[in-house]
């Protein structure tokens, strides 16, 4: 015979009642009861241990509220949903210490030999707003390549430019690109490097950050100049190999620019090379005078 594994069951299993005229709608409303009272519990206790600034485990607020993880998740779907429930805000300023913490960390062994603990320690944040922000390397490998590369300014302006020519957007991107990378009063070049290493490595915790760079840019960038082929204003080719030759070059010229200053005792002037480069890229997608035809 199957047993009844019910809420009500196990409510009337471990509540003996004294008066068994109960209705239905009374052994519910106890029910519902007792799982409120849980569900406050589990809210009082679980803001105490996230005080202490360790990132708690389901069974460590379930321990806390001296209940089973098998309440707990009939309280909270997940351990998100119960720090959205206690409404957790960051302090003020965590989210940039944490972002400027990971740049000097990624500038001295690489972001991926690193613990989220001494992540947590250099940016002065509990453990518990750190995975509140970031809830692990790949989002925080997301979060540097949206803040501090230039995927993001070159995504946007190839989106607002949609309609505009080749010879205004293309030179405008390649622009962009260096004054995101040396533009600031910190130039982000030793940042770009490290990064664009780890993510190209596809390592697993920087799989999922180079996957989204990828289709951001291939969504931005790569669908303008596919419509500019489609319209005949380039030269038809595969779209991914034409988005390759236009940021090779320019990459190239943006990282190796210094070493090239120093070793050659030359200044280049980097918005004009880019420039150029792009130029140079736009001759060779003219499309030829038979496929205009």
Do not use: C
């Not at 409404?87 to 940039?96: H, K, L, S």
């Not at 995927?151 to 004054?179: C, F, G, N, Q, W």
């Not at 419509?227 to 010229?253: D, E, K, Y």
């Not at 200053?261 to 420039?275: F, K, M």
Request: proline residues 6%; without cysteine; glycine residues 6%.
């Amino acid at each position: 015979m199957a047993t009844d594994t019910s809420p009500t069951w196990r409510f009337l299993a471990t509540h003996p009642v004294k008066n068994r005229n109960l209705t239905r709608r009374d052994v519910s409303s106890s029910v519902v009861s007792v799982a409120t009272r849980t569900r406050d519990r589990i809210l009082v206790k679980a803001a105490g241990v996230l005080a202490t600034g360790e990132k708690a485990t389901v069974a460590q607020f379930a321990e806390a509220a001296g209940v089973s993880r098998a309440s707990f998740y009939r309280a909270f779907e997940s351990r998100g949903a119960l720090l959205d429930a206690l409404a957790v805000q960051p302090e003020p300023g965590a989210r940039e210490r944490i972002l400027e913490a990971a740049v000097s960390l990624v500038g001295e062994r690489g972001l991926a030999a690193r613990s989220m603990d001494d992540l947590a320690a250099r940016a002065g944040v509990s453990r518990a707003t750190l995975y509140r922000l970031f809830p692990g390397k790949p989002a925080l490998f997301t979060g540097l390549i949206r803040t501090y590369s230039p995927l993001e300014p070159v995504s946007k302006l190839a989106l607002e430019l949609m309609d505009e020519l080749p010879a205004v957007v293309m030179p405008e991107i390649a622009r962009t690109v260096y004054r995101t990378v040396y533009g600031s009063s910190e130039p982000r070049l030793g940042l770009l490097r490290a990064v664009f290493f780890e993510v190209s490595s596809v390592a697993p915790d920087a799989e999922e950050s180079a996957r989204e760079a990828m289709r951001t840019i291939v969504g931005s960038v790569g669908s303008y100049v596919m419509a500019q082929m489609s319209s005949g204003r380039l030269r038809p080719m595969s779209p991914l190999l034409a988005l390759q030759s236009f940021v090779g070059p320019i990459f190239f010229h943006v990282l190796t620019r210094p070493l090239v200053e120093r070793v050659l005792g030359v200044e280049i002037d980097g918005e004009q090379a880019v420039t150029e480069l792009a130029e140079s890229w736009l001759r060779a997608m003219r499309p030829d005078k038979e496929e205009t035809r």
